[in-house]
Protein backbone atom coordinates (compact mmCIF):
# COMPACT_ATOMS: atom_id res chain seq x y z
CA UNK A 1 0.00 0.00 0.00
CA UNK A 2 1.41 3.62 -0.91
CA UNK A 3 1.70 5.83 2.12
CA UNK A 4 3.05 9.24 2.00
CA UNK A 5 4.32 11.56 5.01
CA UNK A 6 2.60 9.27 7.79
CA UNK A 7 4.85 10.13 10.42
CA UNK A 8 3.29 13.65 9.49
CA UNK A 9 1.19 15.64 12.64
CA UNK A 10 -0.27 17.90 9.97
CA UNK A 11 -0.82 18.42 6.44
CA UNK A 12 -1.50 15.64 3.68
CA UNK A 13 -1.38 11.77 3.60
CA UNK A 14 -2.45 9.65 0.88
CA UNK A 15 -2.73 5.85 0.82
CA UNK A 16 -3.47 3.94 -2.17
CA UNK A 17 -4.64 -0.16 -1.77
CA UNK A 18 -4.17 -2.30 -4.54
CA UNK A 19 -4.67 0.48 -7.14
CA UNK A 20 -8.05 0.21 -6.37
CA UNK A 21 -8.85 2.33 -3.11
CA UNK A 22 -7.88 5.65 -2.97
CA UNK A 23 -7.75 7.81 0.79
CA UNK A 24 -6.67 11.09 1.06
CA UNK A 25 -6.47 12.75 4.47
CA UNK A 26 -6.36 16.16 5.34
CA UNK A 27 -4.99 16.84 9.23
CA UNK A 28 -5.65 20.07 9.74
CA UNK A 29 -5.63 20.16 13.17
CA UNK A 30 -3.54 18.18 15.56
CA UNK A 31 -3.48 19.58 19.20
CA UNK A 32 -0.41 17.26 20.76
CA UNK A 33 1.61 16.84 17.89
CA UNK A 34 1.21 13.01 18.31
CA UNK A 35 2.58 11.65 14.50
CA UNK A 36 -0.06 10.10 12.64
CA UNK A 37 2.08 6.77 12.80
CA UNK A 38 1.63 6.50 16.82
CA UNK A 39 -2.55 6.61 16.38
CA UNK A 40 -3.63 4.93 13.36
CA UNK A 41 -3.01 3.22 9.52
CA UNK A 42 -6.01 2.34 6.99
CA UNK A 43 -7.54 -0.93 5.75
CA UNK A 44 -10.26 -1.86 3.26
CA UNK A 45 -13.60 -2.42 5.22
CA UNK A 46 -15.81 -5.48 4.35
CA UNK A 47 -18.86 -3.09 4.09
CA UNK A 48 -20.93 -1.56 1.43
CA UNK A 49 -21.58 0.93 3.62
CA UNK A 50 -18.10 2.45 3.99
CA UNK A 51 -15.22 1.11 1.94
CA UNK A 52 -12.27 2.28 4.15
CA UNK A 53 -11.22 1.69 8.15
CA UNK A 54 -8.76 3.83 10.73
CA UNK A 55 -6.84 0.86 12.44
CA UNK A 56 -6.32 2.61 15.62
CA UNK A 57 -2.62 1.46 17.25
CA UNK A 58 -3.88 2.62 20.58
CA UNK A 59 -6.78 0.94 21.70
CA UNK A 60 -6.14 -2.74 21.95
CA UNK A 61 -8.70 -3.95 19.10
CA UNK A 62 -7.20 -4.93 15.45
CA UNK A 63 -3.80 -4.39 16.09
CA UNK A 64 -1.11 -5.12 18.93
CA UNK A 65 -0.20 -2.62 21.50
CA UNK A 66 1.77 -2.08 24.50
CA UNK A 67 -0.65 -2.53 26.90
CA UNK A 68 -0.07 0.82 29.28
CA UNK A 69 -0.81 2.80 25.98
CA UNK A 70 -4.98 2.52 26.85
CA UNK A 71 -4.62 4.08 29.54
CA UNK A 72 -2.47 6.80 28.38
CA UNK A 73 -4.18 7.47 25.73
CA UNK A 74 -7.51 7.87 27.55
CA UNK A 75 -5.85 10.44 30.08
CA UNK A 76 -4.70 12.35 27.42
CA UNK A 77 -8.49 12.69 26.35
CA UNK A 78 -9.65 12.77 29.33
CA UNK A 79 -6.93 16.10 30.41
CA UNK A 80 -8.36 17.42 26.48
CA UNK A 81 -12.10 17.17 27.62
CA UNK A 82 -11.64 19.15 31.30
CA UNK A 83 -9.46 21.76 29.41
CA UNK A 84 -12.30 22.29 26.65
CA UNK A 85 -15.10 22.11 29.10
CA UNK A 86 -13.87 24.24 31.97
CA UNK A 87 -11.47 26.43 29.55
CA UNK A 88 -8.67 25.35 31.53
CA UNK A 89 -5.29 25.12 30.94
CA UNK A 90 -4.71 22.92 34.30
CA UNK A 91 -4.29 19.62 32.58
CA UNK A 92 -1.27 19.47 30.58
CA UNK A 93 -1.08 16.18 28.49
CA UNK A 94 3.39 16.79 27.18
CA UNK A 95 4.17 13.90 30.02
CA UNK A 96 1.81 11.70 28.42
CA UNK A 97 1.80 12.38 25.20
CA UNK A 98 6.03 12.19 25.14
CA UNK A 99 4.94 8.32 27.20
CA UNK A 100 2.42 7.32 24.14
CA UNK A 101 5.07 8.31 21.75
CA UNK A 102 7.82 5.83 23.35
CA UNK A 103 5.50 3.32 23.46
CA UNK A 104 4.59 2.58 19.84
CA UNK A 105 5.75 -1.04 19.04
CA UNK A 106 6.68 -0.13 15.43
CA UNK A 107 8.66 2.97 15.92
CA UNK A 108 11.43 3.25 13.69
CA UNK A 109 10.87 -0.06 12.30
CA UNK A 110 10.36 -1.31 8.75
CA UNK A 111 7.28 -2.61 8.06
CA UNK A 112 7.46 -6.07 6.82
CA UNK A 113 5.45 -9.26 6.16
CA UNK A 114 4.49 -11.40 9.09
CA UNK A 115 6.52 -14.41 8.59
CA UNK A 116 9.31 -12.20 10.43
CA UNK A 117 7.61 -10.99 13.36
CA UNK A 118 10.61 -10.22 14.98
CA UNK A 119 11.19 -6.84 12.45
CA UNK A 120 7.72 -5.99 13.31
CA UNK A 121 6.96 -5.64 16.90
CA UNK A 122 10.57 -4.02 18.38
CA UNK A 123 9.92 -1.83 21.08
CA UNK A 124 11.42 1.32 21.19
CA UNK A 125 13.87 1.91 24.37
CA UNK A 126 12.18 4.77 25.96
CA UNK A 127 13.63 7.09 28.30
CA UNK A 128 10.37 8.05 29.96
CA UNK A 129 9.66 6.98 33.66
CA UNK A 130 6.34 5.31 33.07
CA UNK A 131 5.92 4.70 36.57
CA UNK A 132 5.88 8.61 36.87
CA UNK A 133 3.42 8.09 34.57
CA UNK A 134 1.27 5.60 36.24
CA UNK A 135 1.54 8.20 39.28
CA UNK A 136 -0.62 10.48 37.34
CA UNK A 137 -2.67 8.48 36.11
CA UNK A 138 -4.14 7.36 39.35
CA UNK A 139 -4.44 10.58 40.68
CA UNK A 140 -8.47 11.44 40.43
CA UNK A 141 -9.50 15.21 38.66
CA UNK A 142 -12.63 16.40 40.11
CA UNK A 143 -15.06 18.00 36.91
CA UNK A 144 -17.39 20.80 37.72
CA UNK A 145 -20.20 19.18 36.57
CA UNK A 146 -21.22 15.51 37.21
CA UNK A 147 -20.66 13.86 33.80
CA UNK A 148 -21.67 10.66 32.48
CA UNK A 149 -19.30 8.89 30.19
CA UNK A 150 -20.67 6.98 27.67
CA UNK A 151 -18.17 4.61 25.40
CA UNK A 152 -19.29 2.97 22.05
CA UNK A 153 -19.42 -0.82 21.73
CA UNK A 154 -17.39 -2.50 20.87
CA UNK A 155 -14.39 -1.10 19.73
CA UNK A 156 -14.59 1.83 22.30
CA UNK A 157 -15.52 0.30 25.28
CA UNK A 158 -12.06 0.09 26.54
CA UNK A 159 -10.97 3.32 25.71
CA UNK A 160 -13.97 5.59 27.21
CA UNK A 161 -13.55 3.27 30.44
CA UNK A 162 -9.90 4.30 30.14
CA UNK A 163 -11.23 8.16 29.85
CA UNK A 164 -13.50 7.48 32.74
CA UNK A 165 -11.32 6.08 35.29
CA UNK A 166 -9.26 9.89 35.52
CA UNK A 167 -12.35 10.97 37.34
CA UNK A 168 -13.61 11.64 40.56
CA UNK A 169 -17.07 12.38 40.53
CA UNK A 170 -18.20 10.84 36.87
CA UNK A 171 -20.34 8.10 35.65
CA UNK A 172 -19.84 5.58 33.35
CA UNK A 173 -21.96 3.14 30.85
CA UNK A 174 -21.33 1.68 27.28
CA UNK A 175 -23.54 0.55 24.34
CA UNK A 176 -23.76 -3.51 23.65
CA UNK A 177 -24.74 -5.56 21.27
CA UNK A 178 -24.83 -8.28 23.52
CA UNK A 179 -28.68 -9.87 24.44
CA UNK A 180 -29.38 -9.30 27.84
CA UNK A 181 -33.02 -11.15 28.98
CA UNK A 182 -33.04 -10.26 32.52
CA UNK A 183 -32.98 -6.10 32.13
CA UNK A 184 -35.17 -4.27 29.19
CA UNK A 185 -32.92 -1.92 27.34
CA UNK A 186 -33.79 1.97 28.95
CA UNK A 187 -32.33 3.14 25.10
CA UNK A 188 -31.66 1.66 21.73
CA UNK A 189 -30.42 3.51 18.45
CA UNK A 190 -28.74 2.36 14.92
CA UNK A 191 -24.78 2.96 14.13
CA UNK A 192 -25.74 3.19 10.61
CA UNK A 193 -22.43 2.39 8.61
CA UNK A 194 -21.54 -0.52 10.96
CA UNK A 195 -21.52 -4.18 9.59
CA UNK A 196 -23.98 -4.20 13.11
CA UNK A 197 -25.83 -1.73 13.46
CA UNK A 198 -28.18 -2.04 16.25
CA UNK A 199 -27.00 -0.61 19.99
CA UNK A 200 -28.89 -0.90 23.32
CA UNK A 201 -27.92 0.56 26.61
CA UNK A 202 -29.02 -1.51 29.86
CA UNK A 203 -28.53 0.44 33.18
CA UNK A 204 -28.94 -1.42 36.62
CA UNK A 205 -30.60 1.83 38.08
CA UNK A 206 -33.97 3.35 36.93
CA UNK A 207 -33.66 6.80 36.15
CA UNK A 208 -30.11 6.49 35.45
CA UNK A 209 -29.69 8.96 32.61
CA UNK A 210 -31.42 11.74 34.49
CA UNK A 211 -28.53 12.45 37.50
CA UNK A 212 -25.86 14.18 35.00
CA UNK A 213 -25.16 17.91 34.28
CA UNK A 214 -23.53 16.51 31.21
CA UNK A 215 -23.25 13.61 29.21
CA UNK A 216 -20.19 12.53 26.98
CA UNK A 217 -19.95 9.91 24.31
CA UNK A 218 -16.74 8.77 23.81
CA UNK A 219 -15.95 6.96 20.18
CA UNK A 220 -12.40 6.05 18.46
CA UNK A 221 -12.95 8.09 15.39
CA UNK A 222 -15.94 10.37 14.05
CA UNK A 223 -16.57 10.33 10.57
CA UNK A 224 -19.80 11.95 10.21
CA UNK A 225 -21.16 11.76 13.83
CA UNK A 226 -24.39 10.99 12.85
CA UNK A 227 -24.46 7.31 15.10
CA UNK A 228 -23.51 9.97 18.04
CA UNK A 229 -26.50 12.46 17.19
CA UNK A 230 -28.77 9.45 17.07
CA UNK A 231 -28.21 8.42 20.52
CA UNK A 232 -28.19 12.17 21.95
CA UNK A 233 -31.50 12.57 20.44
CA UNK A 234 -32.48 9.56 22.89
CA UNK A 235 -31.23 10.76 25.84
CA UNK A 236 -32.24 13.37 28.96
CA UNK A 237 -30.23 16.81 29.07
CA UNK A 238 -29.31 19.94 27.45
CA UNK A 239 -25.52 19.62 27.69
CA UNK A 240 -23.96 17.37 25.66
CA UNK A 241 -20.17 16.30 24.41
CA UNK A 242 -18.77 14.09 22.09
CA UNK A 243 -14.80 13.14 22.49
CA UNK A 244 -12.55 11.20 20.08
CA UNK A 245 -9.18 10.53 19.10
CA UNK A 246 -9.78 11.16 15.38
CA UNK A 247 -12.43 13.85 13.82
CA UNK A 248 -13.21 13.41 10.28
CA UNK A 249 -16.34 15.39 9.77
CA UNK A 250 -16.59 17.62 6.31
CA UNK A 251 -19.02 20.55 6.06
CA UNK A 252 -22.15 18.56 5.62
CA UNK A 253 -21.58 16.99 8.62
CA UNK A 254 -21.00 20.15 10.72
CA UNK A 255 -23.79 21.47 9.45
CA UNK A 256 -25.75 18.57 10.52
CA UNK A 257 -24.69 19.30 14.34
CA UNK A 258 -25.76 23.08 14.05
CA UNK A 259 -28.94 22.57 12.40
CA UNK A 260 -30.05 20.36 15.91
CA UNK A 261 -30.74 24.05 17.89
CA UNK A 262 -32.19 22.25 20.53
CA UNK A 263 -28.81 20.91 21.33
CA UNK A 264 -26.08 21.99 22.37
CA UNK A 265 -22.75 19.63 21.41
CA UNK A 266 -19.35 20.24 22.52
CA UNK A 267 -17.07 17.88 19.82
CA UNK A 268 -13.51 17.71 20.98
CA UNK A 269 -11.10 15.46 19.40
CA UNK A 270 -7.15 14.69 19.66
CA UNK A 271 -6.86 15.21 15.76
CA UNK A 272 -9.31 17.18 12.74
CA UNK A 273 -9.08 16.85 9.45
CA UNK A 274 -11.17 15.99 6.38
CA UNK A 275 -11.00 12.33 4.52
CA UNK A 276 -11.54 11.80 0.63
CA UNK A 277 -12.26 8.07 -0.63
CA UNK A 278 -12.34 6.89 -4.27
CA UNK A 279 -13.29 3.07 -5.37
CA UNK A 280 -12.31 2.15 -8.93
CA UNK A 281 -12.98 -1.63 -7.78
CA UNK A 282 -13.58 -3.49 -5.07
CA UNK A 283 -10.21 -5.20 -3.01
CA UNK A 284 -9.20 -8.68 -2.92
CA UNK A 285 -8.75 -9.68 0.56
CA UNK A 286 -5.71 -12.35 1.12
CA UNK A 287 -7.66 -15.93 2.10
CA UNK A 288 -8.64 -16.27 5.45
CA UNK A 289 -5.95 -18.45 7.65
CA UNK A 290 -7.82 -21.70 7.92
CA UNK A 291 -5.84 -23.76 10.66
CA UNK A 292 -5.72 -27.72 9.75
CA UNK A 293 -8.11 -29.69 12.28
CA UNK A 294 -4.75 -32.15 12.36
CA UNK A 295 -2.66 -29.19 14.63
CA UNK A 296 -1.18 -30.28 17.17
CA UNK A 297 -2.76 -29.34 20.70
CA UNK A 298 -0.32 -26.69 22.79
CA UNK A 299 -0.10 -26.85 26.87
CA UNK A 300 -2.96 -25.08 27.90
CA UNK A 301 -4.27 -23.88 31.53
CA UNK A 302 -7.30 -22.80 33.21
CA UNK A 303 -8.32 -19.54 35.31
CA UNK A 304 -11.90 -18.87 36.33
CA UNK A 305 -12.30 -15.91 38.70
CA UNK A 306 -15.38 -15.16 40.70
CA UNK A 307 -17.56 -12.14 40.56
CA UNK A 308 -18.58 -10.17 43.26
CA UNK A 309 -21.42 -8.75 40.90
CA UNK A 310 -23.16 -10.06 37.49
CA UNK A 311 -25.98 -10.00 35.54
CA UNK A 312 -26.51 -13.31 33.40
CA UNK A 313 -22.86 -13.76 33.81
CA UNK A 314 -21.87 -10.29 32.50
CA UNK A 315 -19.06 -8.91 35.34
CA UNK A 316 -20.43 -5.58 36.20
CA UNK A 317 -16.89 -3.47 36.47
CA UNK A 318 -16.50 -3.77 32.70
CA UNK A 319 -19.88 -0.88 32.53
CA UNK A 320 -22.13 -2.35 30.52
CA UNK A 321 -24.57 -1.93 33.46
CA UNK A 322 -23.34 1.24 34.53
CA UNK A 323 -20.45 2.38 37.01
CA UNK A 324 -19.84 5.46 39.15
CA UNK A 325 -16.33 6.92 40.16
CA UNK A 326 -16.54 5.01 43.66
CA UNK A 327 -16.14 1.74 41.77
CA UNK A 328 -13.06 2.78 40.27
CA UNK A 329 -10.99 1.48 43.69
CA UNK A 330 -12.50 -2.01 43.79
CA UNK A 331 -11.96 -2.23 40.70
CA UNK A 332 -8.55 -1.29 40.89
CA UNK A 333 -8.29 -4.51 43.33
CA UNK A 334 -10.18 -6.47 41.62
CA UNK A 335 -7.19 -5.94 38.07
CA UNK A 336 -4.29 -6.16 41.07
CA UNK A 337 -5.15 -9.29 42.76
CA UNK A 338 -6.12 -11.37 39.46
CA UNK A 339 -2.79 -9.87 38.25
CA UNK A 340 -0.49 -11.18 40.61
CA UNK A 341 -1.98 -14.48 40.02
CA UNK A 342 -1.53 -14.87 36.38
CA UNK A 343 1.86 -13.68 36.76
CA UNK A 344 3.10 -16.42 38.54
CA UNK A 345 1.67 -18.12 34.62
CA UNK A 346 4.12 -15.61 32.72
CA UNK A 347 7.02 -17.91 30.65
CA UNK A 348 9.90 -16.07 29.05
CA UNK A 349 9.45 -14.79 26.00
CA UNK A 350 6.81 -12.62 24.13
CA UNK A 351 3.63 -12.89 25.34
CA UNK A 352 0.23 -11.61 23.75
CA UNK A 353 -2.99 -10.90 25.59
CA UNK A 354 -6.23 -10.98 24.06
CA UNK A 355 -9.51 -9.23 25.21
CA UNK A 356 -13.01 -10.28 23.43
CA UNK A 357 -15.48 -8.29 22.30
CA UNK A 358 -16.72 -5.67 24.35
CA UNK A 359 -14.42 -6.81 27.00
CA UNK A 360 -11.66 -4.76 26.43
CA UNK A 361 -10.79 -2.60 29.72
CA UNK A 362 -10.10 -5.40 32.06
CA UNK A 363 -7.97 -7.57 30.38
CA UNK A 364 -5.62 -4.92 29.05
CA UNK A 365 -5.38 -3.41 32.28
CA UNK A 366 -4.40 -6.60 33.63
CA UNK A 367 -2.24 -7.55 31.18
CA UNK A 368 -0.19 -4.40 31.79
CA UNK A 369 0.79 -5.60 34.96
CA UNK A 370 1.88 -8.71 33.87
CA UNK A 371 5.40 -7.77 33.28
CA UNK A 372 7.90 -7.09 30.40
CA UNK A 373 7.53 -7.75 26.49
CA UNK A 374 3.68 -8.49 26.75
CA UNK A 375 1.28 -7.51 24.07
CA UNK A 376 -2.70 -6.51 23.95
CA UNK A 377 -5.33 -6.64 21.34
CA UNK A 378 -8.42 -8.05 21.05
CA UNK A 379 -11.15 -10.35 19.25
CA UNK A 380 -13.65 -8.15 16.73
CA UNK A 381 -17.05 -8.54 14.96
CA UNK A 382 -15.27 -6.36 12.12
CA UNK A 383 -15.07 -7.71 8.95
CA UNK A 384 -11.78 -6.23 7.41
CA UNK A 385 -9.90 -7.30 4.63
CA UNK A 386 -6.64 -8.83 4.84
CA UNK A 387 -3.39 -7.68 2.76
CA UNK A 388 0.28 -8.40 3.72
CA UNK A 389 1.18 -5.18 2.01
CA UNK A 390 3.39 -2.55 3.31
CA UNK A 391 1.62 -0.04 5.97
CA UNK A 392 -1.48 -1.70 5.40
CA UNK A 393 -3.46 -2.14 8.65
CA UNK A 394 -5.05 -5.85 8.91
CA UNK A 395 -2.09 -7.85 7.41
CA UNK A 396 -3.66 -11.40 8.14
CA UNK A 397 -6.81 -12.65 9.66
CA UNK A 398 -8.13 -15.63 11.51
CA UNK A 399 -11.81 -15.96 12.00
CA UNK A 400 -13.86 -18.38 14.50
CA UNK A 401 -17.72 -18.25 15.86
CA UNK A 402 -17.87 -16.09 18.95
CA UNK A 403 -17.32 -17.97 21.98
CA UNK A 404 -20.84 -16.26 23.22
CA UNK A 405 -23.08 -16.89 20.21
CA UNK A 406 -22.26 -19.64 17.39
CA UNK A 407 -24.33 -17.02 14.98
CA UNK A 408 -21.40 -14.47 14.84
CA UNK A 409 -18.23 -14.61 12.98
CA UNK A 410 -15.42 -13.13 15.70
CA UNK A 411 -11.83 -12.26 13.95
CA UNK A 412 -8.13 -11.80 14.79
CA UNK A 413 -5.76 -9.97 13.05
CA UNK A 414 -2.19 -9.51 12.39
CA UNK A 415 -0.78 -12.77 14.34
CA UNK A 416 2.65 -12.56 13.42
CA UNK A 417 4.25 -16.46 13.12
CA UNK A 418 6.52 -17.84 15.73
CA UNK A 419 6.84 -14.62 17.32
CA UNK A 420 4.71 -15.01 20.78
CA UNK A 421 6.15 -17.77 23.29
CA UNK A 422 2.51 -17.50 24.94
CA UNK A 423 -0.92 -16.23 24.89
CA UNK A 424 -3.58 -15.09 27.94
CA UNK A 425 -6.94 -15.45 26.16
CA UNK A 426 -9.45 -13.50 28.19
CA UNK A 427 -13.47 -13.98 27.86
CA UNK A 428 -15.95 -12.50 30.16
CA UNK A 429 -17.49 -15.82 30.61
CA UNK A 430 -16.00 -19.72 31.04
CA UNK A 431 -15.31 -20.86 27.39
CA UNK A 432 -16.47 -24.54 26.09
CA UNK A 433 -14.16 -26.96 25.83
CA UNK A 434 -14.75 -27.59 21.73
CA UNK A 435 -13.79 -23.69 21.75
CA UNK A 436 -10.62 -24.03 24.16
CA UNK A 437 -9.43 -26.50 21.33
CA UNK A 438 -10.42 -24.55 18.53
CA UNK A 439 -8.27 -21.42 20.34
CA UNK A 440 -5.57 -23.92 21.18
CA UNK A 441 -5.16 -24.87 17.68
CA UNK A 442 -5.20 -21.06 16.42
CA UNK A 443 -2.43 -20.53 18.69
CA UNK A 444 -0.39 -23.51 18.01
CA UNK A 445 -0.69 -23.09 14.54
CA UNK A 446 1.01 -19.65 14.50
CA UNK A 447 3.93 -21.62 17.11
CA UNK A 448 2.83 -20.18 20.59
CA UNK A 449 4.15 -22.70 22.75
CA UNK A 450 0.99 -22.51 25.83
CA UNK A 451 -1.99 -20.31 26.51
CA UNK A 452 -3.30 -19.83 29.54
CA UNK A 453 -7.19 -19.09 29.42
CA UNK A 454 -8.59 -16.80 31.96
CA UNK A 455 -12.46 -16.31 32.39
CA UNK A 456 -14.97 -15.00 35.06
CA UNK A 457 -18.16 -16.44 36.46
CA UNK A 458 -20.89 -14.86 38.74
Known sequence: M????????????HYNIDNRLDISLNIKENLCNIPVSNLFTMSARENKKRDFLFVSKVIGKHMPMIPDSLK?????????WINEREDSYDYPTTELVNALISLDVSLNIPDSDLENGQEIFKIHNSLVNIENTHDLLNTPIKLANKTLFIG????????????FQNFSNASYIHTTREKINSIDPALFFNEEHSHAVEHSL??????????FCDIVLIDDELTTGKSALNLIKCLPGKSFGILSILDWRDTNSYKMFEDEKNIDVRVCSLLKGDIKCSKTKDIISDAIIMVPSSTKLIPDKDYIFEIGESIEGYNKSTGRFGLSSEDNSKILEEIQSISEVLKKERTLGNCLCIGTGEFIYLPCSISAKLGDNIYFQSTTRSPVHARNIHCYGNKNKVAFQSPGDETITNYLYNIPDNFYNQVFFFSEKPLTKEKKEELN??????????????CWKG
Open 72 to 80: IIGGILARL
Open 2 to 13: ENRTENCCNGSI
Open 152 to 163: FAETATGLAQAV
Open 441 to 454: KIFSYFHVKSIIFA
Open 202 to 211: FPYEKDFFND
